[in-house]
């Protein structure tokens, strides 16, 4: 049971342009919403976060969208920058102690 | 913010051995969290580490296959028993922070065990 889905396992996005990372959540316990990205060898760094109470959370280049009725969160990163290849996980939580469930990730390609 | 060190960063084991994975934090946390990332797949929790009692296992896990130590707050183990070439994947140490978003509301990862089996 996969209360957590990235349906996309992969984008390609040119340098400059913005990239549109979406992710879907089954359970409506989930009250607080998290992204993570991962370079290859590494463990998964925070990146951004969203309350429930919230639908929109604005840091640097990165915006992370929430739709609570629609069960539905997704990462823009504009402009999107090579660096920024990597793969991107989505995660959510009831927050507090409670454990993390993971999405299974979208890997990212930025091409200069 | 916490600072995870976890080792071997990777090794490759025979199958029917095991392997012991380390993981260090550099501040006293209650819970340290380990994960699975198999080829492909999404991070899965294993088990919730607690000191001072046993660990707690997600459904598939079992104790025996993923015994788990937690002798104090800052240090845990997770051993992956008589391997198979199923058991490949990367090994993650978690555990909760304080992060942008208020207390215990980020996860902090050590760098992962890349375990082959062959």
């Known amino acids: 049971d996969q209360q957590v889905k990235q349906n996309s396992p992969s984008l390609s996005v040119q340098e400059g342009r913005i990239s549109i990372l979406n992710c879907d959540y089954t359970?409506?316990?989930?009250?607080?919403f998290l992204w993570y990205k991962k370079y290859p060898a590494e463990g998964p760094t925070f990146l951004i976060s969203i309350s429930s109470i919230k639908d929109k959370n604005e840091d640097g280049r990165f915006t992370v969208f929430l739709n609570k009725s629609a069960k539905h969160l997704s990462l823009h990163i504009v402009p999107s920058q090579p660096g920024d290849s990597a793969v991107y996980f989505c995660?959510?939580?009831?927050?507090?102690?409670?454990?993390?469930?993971f999405g299974t990730g979208t890997k990212l390609q930025v091409i200069p | 913010s916490a600072v995870i060190s976890q080792k071997p960063s990777r090794d490759i084991c025979q199958r029917g051995t095991s392997l012991t994975i380390q993981c260090q934090v550099d501040?006293?946390?209650?819970?340290m969290f380990w994960y699975r990332q198999q080829p492909g797949q999404s991070l899965t929790l294993i088990a919730t580490a607690n000191q001072g009692s046993e660990a707690t296992y997600e459904s598939g896990f079992v104790i025996d296959k993923f015994p788990i130590s937690r002798p104090n707050l800052t240090f845990s183990t997770l051993t992956v028993s008589n391997m198979s070439p199923e058991d490949s994947s990367i090994y993650l140490c978690?555990?909760?922070?304080?992060?942008?978003?208020?207390?215990?509301?980020?996860?902090?990862f050590g760098q992962g065990t890349r375990l082959t089996v062959v």
């Open positions: 501040s006293q946390v209650t819970m």
């Open positions: 978690s555990v909760l922070g304080t992060g942008r978003g208020g207390v215990n509301t980020e996860a902090f």
């Open positions: 995660a959510a939580s009831g927050g507090g102690y409670q454990k993390v469930t």
């Open positions: 359970n409506s316990m989930f009250d607080y």
